[in-house]
């Protein structure tokens, strides 16, 4: 079954790929996981971040100092312990994070819009369960996956297309 999922996501994938390319062109892959991380977590800390994105301390350390340099992320003492820094996003960050989800989506939807109701459906369900699965790992050392909290909204199908609109998705 993984090797089946591994080979039918590839085309997801690609839908990601170009557009992290097209708006976080400036941010390594490693990068804007580490700032997707902080979004979730605000306030984490370095050894936490590290954990999550299955890193040594120091090549957290030195990926936040990138991060700070280039206006992406704010370090301020820990409010519990302020020997601790905790991490916090830019409103640069929030706004390229915003766009690239804007990009990501508009993408989906032209590709969604060619599947029927049926099929979005079943990809919407598995993907949701998915997500609860990867995100219970994460807490055990697992991935860290980025999906929408909320289901998209439905898919209408554009004439011509041969898709039925949808209900819900």
Do not use: K, Y
């Amino acid at each position: 079954m993984a090797a089946e999922l591994d080979a039918a996501t590839g085309a997801l994938l690609s839908v990601w790929e170009a557009a992290r390319e097209s708006t976080t062109s400036r941010l390594s892959s490693a990068q804007l996981r580490a700032v997707m991380v902080v979004e979730r977590h605000d306030g984490i800390n370095l050894r936490r971040l590290a954990t999550l994105l299955n890193m040594l301390l120091s090549s957290a350390s030195r990926l936040c100092d990138r991060l700070v340099a280039a206006g992406m992320l704010e370090r301020e003492p820990g409010r519990s312990d302020r020997r601790e820094i905790a991490l916090h996003l830019t409103p640069e960050a929030s706004r390229l994070l915003a766009e690239l989800r804007r990009d990501r989506r508009q993408r989906l939807d032209a590709v969604l819009a060619g599947m029927s109701g049926e099929g979005r459906g079943a990809l919407l369900r598995g993907l949701v369960e998915f997500d609860r699965v990867a995100r219970a790992r994460e807490g055990e050392g697992g991935p860290v996956v980025e999906l929408p909290s909320a289901p998209p909204p439905p898919i209408r199908a554009r004439p011509g297309n041969g898709a039925p609109a949808a209900r819900s998705a």
